[in-house]
């Protein structure tokens, strides 16, 4: 069972910068890809950004593109997300998770391709 733990979350202005992390623990970890999710109140689940695991590829929805940054400490077994320019609609619970077993070639930016999530942080961006 693999437990993924997101923090840093919070409350800032809009313009402001935020880093999320999500660690990920228990037995050995080695998913094909991490990405981070984002919900919104009253909405469905919004894809935010992937990395894969093992090679440097990313991807990005388009409305985050240029401000946020995903990263990974593979020794860590931690993933990032450097939230910068922020945003009011970036507002929302925003959760890591992680591909165990690969559906395809990815990159992965569809829930139903992650198979572990975290519990979630939120991030406010007042206006």
């Known amino acids: 069972q693999v437990q993924l733990v997101e923090s840093g979350g919070g409350l800032v202005q809009a313009g402001g910068s935020l880093r999320l992390s999500c660690a990920a623990s228990g037995r050995t970890f080695s998913p094909y890809a991490m990405g981070w999710f984002r919900q919104a109140p009253g909405k469905g689940p919004e894809f935010v950004a992937t990395?894969?695991?093992?090679?440097?590829?990313?991807l990005y929805t388009g409305s985050v593109k240029g401000r946020f940054t995903i990263s990974r400490d593979n020794a860590a077994n931690t993933v990032y997300l450097q939230m910068n320019s922020l945003r009011p609609e970036d507002t929302a619970v925003y959760y890591c998770a992680a591909v165990r077993t690969a559906s395809g070639p990815g990159p992965f930016s569809s829930t139903n391709e992650y198979d572990d999530w975290g519990q979630g942080t939120q991030v406010t961006v007042s206006s």
């Open positions: 990395i894969d695991w093992s090679v440097p590829r990313t």
